[in-house]
Antibody
């Protein structure tokens, strides 16, 4: 199970930190991602982190503003959102990659946390 | 970036119909393709991985296939619970990319 938190209403240029608590599986075995969905729109991949946290990737739209991280000791995934823009608004999902290597489909999704960027 | 072109954007169908929608990748993604179902206000749910493997617990009326660069999701005998949006996604190379989605309507 994945449970996100931290979503909120924030002004443009502001910051947020999203958290995702994992349970029911061995968190440090799995690669993790964040995926977002703007209101009424499709799915957009945001960020990836390897199981040990040593490799990360971000979408071009958020690179330099968002940072993904994890704490395997606390079974937690994070996304730091800085310099937020109106177009960053949406539901943010914490997502687990399956076990196939080198990469796999997203087999477990959290319920999502809502980020609203507005003045 | 690998572009995923999904069609149609909307599909009207009835209970019992067999429906098919497609996803085309702009370059080779081997079999690194997944299909997800999403209902309004809910998180997406994995249906198919590795182009044609059925996720555990997903009804067998869902199937996936590949022909060249085109991937297909077929729902046989559409059920009321199947009216939703469906997305394809490639996980061959970063950035992971999704298709625009297909909404299945009554």
């Amino acid at each position: 199970q994945l449970v996100e938190s931290g979503g909120d209403l924030v002004q443009p240029g502001g910051s947020l930190r999203l958290s995702c608590a994992a349970s029911g599986f061995t968190f440090n075995f799995y690669e993790m991602n964040w995926v977002r969905q703007a209101p009424g729109k499709g799915l957009e991949w945001v960020s990836y982190i390897s199981s040990d946290g040593n490799n990360v990737y971000h979408a071009d739209s958020v690179r330099g503003r968002f940072t993904i991280s994890r704490d395997n000791a606390k079974n937690s995934l994070f996304l730091q959102l800085n310099s937020l823009r109106v177009e960053d608004s949406g539901v943010y999902y914490c997502v687990r990659e399956g076990e196939l290597t080198p990469h796999d489909a997203f087999d477990i999704w959290g319920q999502g946390t809502v980020v609203t960027v507005s003045s | 970036d690998i572009q995923m072109t999904q069609s149609p954007s909307t599909l009207s169908a009835s209970v019992g119909d067999t429906v098919t929608f497609t996803c085309r990748a702009s370059e080779s993604i081997t079999n690194s393709l997944a299909w997800y179902q999403q209902k309004p206000g809910k998180a997406p749910k994995l249906l198919i991985y590795k182009a044609s493997s059925l996720e555990t617990g997903v009804p067998s009326r869902f199937s996936g296939s590949k022909a060249g660069a085109e991937f297909t999701l077929t729902i046989s005998s559409l059920q009321p619970d199947d009216f939703a949006s469906y997305y394809c996604q490639q996980y061959q190379s970063f950035p992971w990319t999704f298709g625009e989605g297909t909404k299945v309507e009554i």
